[in-house]
């Protein structure tokens, strides 16, 4: 079917802009009485071959993505409202619709993240558990590196240094040596919530 439609487009020219005004009138009002019946499906086909003989129009995708949107098939009308602003980057419906649809695919993703088992429990058992599943799906250590080793060898150098400093100025009751401060705020084996405890 999508070789049909791509052939229309190379063998019909472009409507003249009162020629394409007239068709998308009458293929709008097909397209109401489409979905008055409860035909998207040939409602959104009505709109594709008329967006593939016309295809630097604008107003087909910008149909097609008020229909997704209203019909919450949010991730297709991201995709036409894009259609939408390539062609027209001004296009405030379709920034809109796109900015909105995507909130709405968030905000469906967070309340399934939040719905998790996993995830059941006080604030601090949450947010391990979210760091846990950010950190599966990046595949890496990327929010926090659980690096022990790292925050001893810092305070290593730092008992070093204040002892190499100490012993150089002979006063070594003077000062209060910055090792135990620098311990204190590493957290104990890369855990980002061990101040809280």
Known sequence: MSGALFGCAANNASL???EFAAVFEQSS???DTLLQQGN???????????????PERKEPW?????????AGNYAQAITSAEEVLQRDPADRTAKSIRAVAGLRVATQSLNELRSDVELKGNARTDAIG????????LGESVLVPPSAS????????NAAATQRASQGRG????????????????PSGGDPFGALK
């Open 16 to 18: 003249k802009p009162e």
């Open 29 to 31: 009002r097909s397209v």
């Open 40 to 54: 998207q499906k040939d409602a959104l086909k009505t709109l594709d071959e008329l967006a593939a003989k016309n």
């Open 62 to 70: 910008a149909r097609k993505a008020k229909i997704h949107f209203d």
């Open 130 to 137: 979210l760091v846990k599943v950010m950190r599966e799906t």
């Open 150 to 157: 790292k925050a001893e060898a810092v305070g290593s150098r």
């Open 171 to 186: 006063r070594a009751g003077s000062r209060k040596p910055a090792a135990p401060a620098a311990a204190e705020a590493a």
